[in-house]
């Protein structure tokens, strides 16, 4: 096989990871295809792109992994060796973390639901910063507070209300996440800065807003925290002053899956005058977080699959591939466009080519990036999905009795090891129910 060792470049001028048409071929021969394979050292390029991006902001800057992307254990402990935060929503995410060998002292914890129960669980488990999106959320962090009898660095979630140009919004109109600032009731971010404020256990740390996922134009940020500086003058000329101590601007961090989208280090030139304008305004240097999922993870994996048969209809050439939406799960969802690339590649096909999946149903048709290169394909030969490192494994389905594939990773030493086994057909067939076949 010829050992082309390509170098892709994504828009963002970053080097993709780069793997050798033999080390791929040699790959699928012992464990099989599809499998998903993962490039420590990406994981970690990509903290670091973070980090330069905030590099000039006058106070400290922390990354936070939102483990809601991949909750592969060995990706997790990878971030645990950079010694980066944890952005968690969910007690199980916290036990995942904890078992790769993560401390709960690194957790920024944001429930969705906000139960008693919860914060119960986390608290026990050793969590103590906790963002609150709701009145009865701070009500139940109380309590939960007085009974496990620790301190709580209480955060307020708040909805800035901004529009946002991102594949995901969760800004404007979308009433689930976060508190708006003043509004007419105790669910206000407002009202419930002052209940923390005076209530003993809680201590106040500071505010937090998620715009997005994949957010395009950056200009979001800066008007969120223009809107956020606003806010926090007024509280204070009304509550007196209160420390800043964290602001935490969320996640959103866009992955060049074809077009051109903002680097870290373009938002961060974006956003970071102006947060040293708030921490001249406010007159403290307070710690800048950003969470992260997807920027973290999907440039760092691709999927691996095999062309398994080609049909000619009409003038289109149909590519089957035998990985489906069942292990890409946006590609179906949102019809987001993976680059993807025959390995080995060819001259670009003259007809129109078409990349479907090996399941019975017409949602399985690949949308393709521009970066795509599908000429030369044959059966046998590869088909290569990039960048799904993000919202990919983790959404990982049985549907048609597909197991799930292997996850593999080349470590930051060049050696190629397991992160997840390959489920096998036995395994698949007694979690989903055979195993009760025979109490029947
Ligand atoms: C609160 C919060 N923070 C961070 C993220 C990560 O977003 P992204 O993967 O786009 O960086 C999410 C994603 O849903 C989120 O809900």
Do not use: W
């Not at 406010?282 to 977080?289: A, D, N």
């Amino acid at each position: 096989m010829v050992d082309t060792r390509t170098q892709p470049v994504s828009r963002t001028g970053v080097a993709a990871p780069r793997f050798s048409d033999r080390e791929l071929f040699s790959l699928a021969e012992k464990y099989g295809t599809p499998y998903f394979l993962v490039d420590e050292a990406t994981l970690r390029r990509k903290v670091s792109e973070i980090e330069q991006g905030f590099s000039h902001f006058k106070g400290a800057f922390r990354v936070a992994y939102s483990v809601k992307a991949n909750f592969n254990p060995s990706v997790i402990k990878t971030f645990v060796s950079e010694g980066i935060l944890f952005d968690l929503t969910a007690p199980s995410e916290l036990a995942f973390v904890v078992k790769s060998g993560g401390s709960p002292e690194n957790v920024m914890y944001t429930s969705i639901t906000e139960t008693e129960a919860e914060y119960e669980q986390v608290l026990k488990m050793g969590v103590r910063r906790i963002v609150v999106a709701s009145y009865n959320g701070l009500v139940n962090l109380t309590e939960a507070a007085m009974k496990t009898n620790v301190s709580v660095k209480t955060m307020v979630r708040v909805n800035p209300e901004v529009h946002v140009h991102a594949e995901l919004r969760g800004s404007m109109g979308h009433g689930k996440f976060g508190l708006q600032f003043n509004g007419g009731s105790q669910d206000s971010a407002f009202y419930v800065l002052k209940k923390i404020l005076s209530t003993p256990g809680l201590e106040f740390e500071g505010f937090h807003f998620h715009l997005g996922s994949q957010i395009e134009d950056p200009s979001c940020y800066a008007e969120a925290i223009e809107k956020l500086e606003a806010f926090i003058l007024g509280a204070r000329r009304q509550l007196g002053d209160f420390p800043l101590k964290v602001l935490d601007i969320g996640g959103g961090l866009p992955v060049s899956y074809g077009k051109k989208v903002p680097s870290p280090k373009d938002l961060g030139a974006k956003v970071t005058e102006q947060l040293n304008s708030l921490v001249e305004s406010l007159g403290e240097k307070f710690t800048l977080v950003a969470e992260s999922g997807r920027f973290l993870t999907a440039e760092s994996t691709v999927l691996v699959s095999r062309v398994v048969n080609i049909k000619n209809f009409g003038e289109s050439r149909y590519i089957y591939v035998d990985a489906g939406y069942n292990v890409l799960l946006d590609s179906a969802l949102l019809r987001h466009e993976y680059p993807v690339e025959v390995v080995p590649g060819g001259k670009p096909s003259p007809q129109k080519v078409v990349l479907v999946g090996r399941l019975c149903d017409p949602l399985d048709v690949f949308p393709t990036s521009s970066r795509s290169k599908l000429g030369g394909a044959e059966t046998g030969k590869l088909v290569m999905f990039r960048d799904v490192g993000a919202y990919t494994i983790v959404m990982n389905m049985p549907f048609h009795s597909q197991p799930r594939p292997p996850v593999l990773m080349r470590s930051g030493q060049g050696a190629f090891t397991v992160a997840r086994k390959a489920q096998d057909i036995d395994s698949l067939f007694a979690d989903e129910g055979g195993d009760c076949l025979a109490a029947q």
